[in-house]
């Protein structure tokens, strides 16, 4: 994505974020300036700021709030970034909004410097679900609340709570549309299949995944998908960091061993945008059948654009502005000492114990509702469509 796009996008959606407020209360008229190349992001000072609107919830007493994000490189994250810190700022709060690069020691680092730079609560999106054990016992230590951030953070006891999107229904709705755009259950079939996750170290995985296997394992058990790879298996079909070259590599090698030669690929399972990308790239450059169904996730600007030009078949549309909003709920009613509401206290073990978290809806997105979903609601300009 060219840099002065995703500027220009990230300060559509802060704006739309602002005007349509999303469930938030604070309804501030906070600006925050787009993301750079630096990876990190220093405290808003606050005396510039204008001051959160006295109402419902959200009246934070400028506590500082750590706020960590994988990377950059990928877009949604930047959204995710952005809309945090924007909402929490006009929710009252302070924050530290820092991007780690996809590396775990610099995400430990970060999040080192923001227990002992005072930070009070933090919300982390980790790159490796596994990672935090030991940076999080020093949260623990000094009473700092811990909220998971759309990845589960595993085997610590110091997270309090998970906000996500329902992963296991993005899988779910994924592998529900191959089964209905191949008709596959009257359909007499063969049909070849590739399957395409993401980072083994991402907790979402095992659901994106799950949930799409639970509905397409048994046309592969009768015989009606055929997966000529013979690339099923989660460790046999992820991708190192979501990263779009290594789903384009592995991709490559596929079509050259299995579809070279007039072979069809009639259906490619991409867990998310990111190697759905990956995927069409491949394909444009070496594949000469039939364009396979191809499904994704996030509705990344560049994906849509792909959508749009009948290169990718579908996305899940996560409103990132949702997910903010509902995590300075959170924050709110923890500085506060209060309850949190219609958590889901079942799904999520981190492996010592379940998470309670709130999990928000994904949307089904393709061609037909693109416009309503995301231009109508402000999400994107048309013009970051074209
Ligand atoms: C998120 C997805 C995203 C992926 C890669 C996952 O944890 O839930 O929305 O596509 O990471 O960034």
Redesign the pocket.
Known sequence: MKKKLLSALLSVALVATLLVGCGNNGGGTETTAPADDTQTEAPADSSDEAPAEESGSTTGGGELIGVSM?TKD?Q??NQDGENMKAQLEAAGYEVDLQFASNDIPTQVSQIENMISGGCKLLVIASIEGDSLGTVLQQAKENDIPVIAY??LIMNTDAVSYYA??D?YLVGQKQGEFIVEQLDLDNAEGPFNLEIVT??PG?N?VNFFYGGAMDVLQPYIDSGKLVVKSGQVEKADVATAN?ATDAAQSRFEAIISSYYSDGTNLDVVLAS???TALGVVNALEANYTGEWPIVTG??CDVANVKNIVAGKQSMSIF?DTRDLASKVVEMVDAIMKGEDIAGLDTETYDNGTGVIPSYLCEPVFADVNNYKEILIDSGYYAESDLQ
Do not use: E, M
């Open positions: 994988p990928l949604r994250w759309d990845r996500t999107f992963n993401g980072d991402d979402n979501w998310n945008d990111s996730q996030d996560k």
